[in-house]
């Protein structure tokens, strides 16, 4: 249930809506005005702006023709987490927040603190499905930047994705699938993978629309598949043999290490594959048609446009 002050915060028109309202004749040109201003959430600064997530949320919010400000340590603007001198500048004039959070939960709060004071209004921070249950057991960055910004008392959007379907080509699971063999600690469990592409055009929602504040969205892709099911399906799309076997989480943390991985991030590695073999991330959510008025892109979509550009072959 909404507080009082969440409700005034929250403007229940989006932008869609607004334009159809209007193109309707049924609000008049100064109210739509008001409601643009509401809209106009002002420069947006994304952190993580190198990696996979924060550079498709930059070239949508560039696209949409908005105010950005690229960070990171690699970035245009040169932010990082570990060395506070680099924030002030980061955050100078920025109004709204794409949050990406750092491996160490260490600086976080401070940097809301930081970023709140600075006028930065609206916070929407790319979490994990499951963070609730899993805490800072994996990943407790993810954990420690939804607590910060609660305890903020800011204006907060919280992103929790399901696994991205881009792992398999530009992440953990590529290598191992070019060389013909996955190998990972989740049984026959289904995941429905999100598009990358989806939770970035989400992302651009929440940041630049009303409405959506204090909400917490969980985004899956629109069915649940086994690795199994997806090893075959790029094997058969690329025509390039490749299998699956469910295997244990030891010989996993064995396989990632003799890899070149340390024994702590392979056990976490080992950690969240256990958790989804669990099976309680399996149900696809309905939060992406929610929010952007359509279906998420298809894993088998996904698939053939990858193949095509002769990523596994
Ligand atoms: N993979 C999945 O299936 C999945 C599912 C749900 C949620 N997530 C979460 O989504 C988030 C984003 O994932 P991603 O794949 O986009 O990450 P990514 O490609 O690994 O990018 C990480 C970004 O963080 C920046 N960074 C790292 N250390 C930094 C520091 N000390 N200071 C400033 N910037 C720093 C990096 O840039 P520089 O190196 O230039 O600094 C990079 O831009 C992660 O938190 C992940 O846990 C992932």
New binding site residues.
């Given amino acids: 249930m909404y507080s009082v002050r969440q409700r005034k915060l929250a403007c229940p028109m989006t932008i869609a809506e607004q334009t159809a309202e209007q193109t309707a004749g049924r609000i008049s040109e100064q109210t739509a005005g008001r409601i643009s201003e509401l809209n106009a959430v002002g420069p947006v600064l994304v952190?993580?702006?190198?990696?996979?997530?924060?550079r498709r949320v930059v070239a949508r919010l560039r696209d949409a023709g908005r105010t950005v400000r690229a960070a990171?340590?690699?970035?245009e603007t040169r932010?990082?987490?570990?060395d506070r001198a680099t924030w002030a500048s980061a955050l100078d004039g920025m109004r709204a927040l794409c949050l990406?959070?750092?491996?160490d939960p260490e600086p976080i709060a401070d940097f809301v603190a930081e970023a709140k004071a600075a006028g930065v209004r609206r916070f929407v921070v790319?979490?994990?499905?499951g963070v609730h249950r899993y805490g800072m057991a994996f990943?407790p960055?993810?954990a420690e930047a939804e607590r910060a910004v609660r305890e903020a008392d800011v204006d907060w959007t919280l992103i929790r994705?399901?696994?991205?379907a881009q792992?398999f080509a530009e992440?953990?699971y590529a290598v191992p699938l070019r060389a013909g063999l996955l190998a990972l600690p989740v049984g026959a469990v289904a995941e429905p993978f999100i598009d990358?592409e989806d939770v970035a055009e989400v992302a651009v929602a929440l940041l630049t629309e009303e409405g959506h504040s204090y909400r917490t969205y969980e985004l899956s892709g629109p069915r649940a598949l086994t690795f199994a099911e997806v090893t075959a399906e790029i094997s058969a799309v690329s025509g390039r043999p490749m299998r699956f076997e469910a295997v244990t989480a030891e010989r996993y943390v064995a396989d990632l290490t003799a890899r070149g991985m340390t024994e702590e991030e392979a056990r976490s590695l080992a950690y969240v594959h256990v958790f989804l073999s669990e099976g309680h991330n399996t149900e696809p959510t309905t939060d992406v048609r929610y929010i952007l008025g359509r279906e998420p892109r298809d894993f088998s979509e996904y698939v053939k446009s990858v193949a095509a550009a002769g990523i596994w072959t």
């Fill in positions: 952190l993580g702006a190198t990696g996979k997530t924060g990171s340590r690699g970035a932010f990082d987490w570990m990406v959070a750092p491996p790319l979490s994990g499905r990943e960055s993810l994705p399901n696994s991205f792992n992440d953990l990358m």
